[in-house]
């Protein structure tokens, strides 16, 4: 089945460590996104990448970094710099201008 | 500069009667408008998109929405709701041209028994 998987379901960090997130895709879209999400608002855009190797900053990248390596692949790092990181993480892909299709989300927590 | 507001951040509606989702949007060029619908602790799903071609789109579970240009609108509605309905919905705009998916803030749907 083509989709688009997230892991883990939930994270928990320690104070200063740095935690990645995996986001993994089989529909052979070029774009991947990730997006934030906290309680009662809607999504913030990280990071985007339009194709492998390259990556821009969204609205709240600072504390967070990313790597396009492979088509499939679009991990995201949330490191000691983010001082707020416990939210609802979604990563998503498309074809150029197409429809997003997200997957189920991680949710960390900083302990 | 393209944005998405929609109206209300609650929405409730009892069993079996209509719905309706409100949504304003602001874009420089032709854009492509989405509605998804949320789950608690899910990821989000597409309900519907409206890409250039027929003003009214029809969606899964029922819903469908027209694009109304002279308002710069695009209204979720479903004509009887449902228990499995209650969610949050999400309306996007993506300008043409670009990358960058616009996200309203989302109107959460409470239906009632």
């Known amino acids: 089945d083509g989709g688009i998987t997230q892991s883990p379901k939930y994270l928990f960090r320690k104070e200063g460590q740095n935690v990645t997130l995996s986001c993994e895709q089989n529909l052979n879209h070029d774009a991947m996104y990730w997006y934030r999400q906290d309680p009662g608002q809607g999504l913030r855009l990280i990071y985007y990448s339009q194709i492998v190797n390259d990556f821009q900053k969204g609205d709240i990248a600072e504390g967070y970094s990313v790597s396009r390596e492979k088509k499939e692949s679009f991990p995201l790092t949330v490191t000691s710099a983010q001082k707020n990181p416990t939210a609802f993480y979604l990563c998503a892909s498309s074809k150029r201008e197409g429809s997003q299709f997200f997957g189920p989300g991680t949710r960390l927590t900083v302990l | 500069a393209q944005s998405v507001t929609q109206l209300d951040s609650h929405v409730s509606v009892s069993e079996g009667t209509p719905v309706l989702l409100r949504c304003n949007y602001s874009s420089s060029y032709s854009p492509s408008l989405f509605w998804y619908v949320q789950h608690p602790n899910k990821g989000l799903q597409l309900l519907l998109k409206?890409?250039?071609?027929?003003?009214l789109v029809k969606g899964i579970n029922g819903f469908e929405a027209e694009f109304k240009k002279s308002e710069t609108s695009f209204h979720l509605t479903k004509p009887s709701a449902h228990m499995s309905d209650a969610a949050e919905y999400f309306c996007?705009?993506?300008?043409?041209?670009?990358?960058?998916?616009?996200f309203g803030t989302g109107t959460r749907l409470k239906v009632l028994a």
């Open positions: 996007v705009v993506l300008t043409s041209g670009t990358y960058k998916y616009i």
């Open positions: 409206y890409t250039s071609a027929a003003t």
